[in-house]
């Protein structure tokens, strides 16, 4: 089955597992974010503008929300409307501020690494990329985690035929 367009990740496999195996643990993709087989999917921000992946440069903004509870509220992390920022194939993960007075305000939650795409037969273009914990994803995670540590990684589905003439 192919991609759908968006981001797909599933934000650092022994975290997910860890959670889930909590006794009243939930990791839940709330819409129009979705649970699938290779992690959680963010669909792209139709308004925001489309970058064309060739150059691996740019701004990409992706909807949708990931939540973690567990321990009774103790452990409650959120992960809101990811966005990647690129240039020359390296650049960062962001994601909402949750709670604060700037409702758009992003944080820079892993660095990230792309590796080359693959073109479908179809024109779609996959890319995927390697994250480490930053410093405010740490801080996110509860701080169980130290910076550099790797994340699982991503994948971001471009459209068919997208940015090609």
Known sequence: MPLQPGLIWNVKDSFVAY???????TAEALSPASRQEGGFHF???????LQDPGGFSGALQ????VRFGGHWGALDVELRDPRIELA???GTLLVRERGGLD???????AGLEAGPGVEGADGSLLLELTAALAGHGRLLLGGQYAVGQPLSP?????PARHGRA
């Open 19 to 25: 959670v889930e195996a909590l006794d009243d643990g």
């Open 62 to 65: 992706f909807l949708g929300t």
């Open 43 to 49: 669909p792209w921000d139709e308004a925001a503008p």
């Open 103 to 109: 409702a758009g305000r992003m944080l820079p939650f």
């Open 88 to 90: 020359g194939g390296s």
């Open 154 to 158: 991503l994948q971001v589905a471009f």
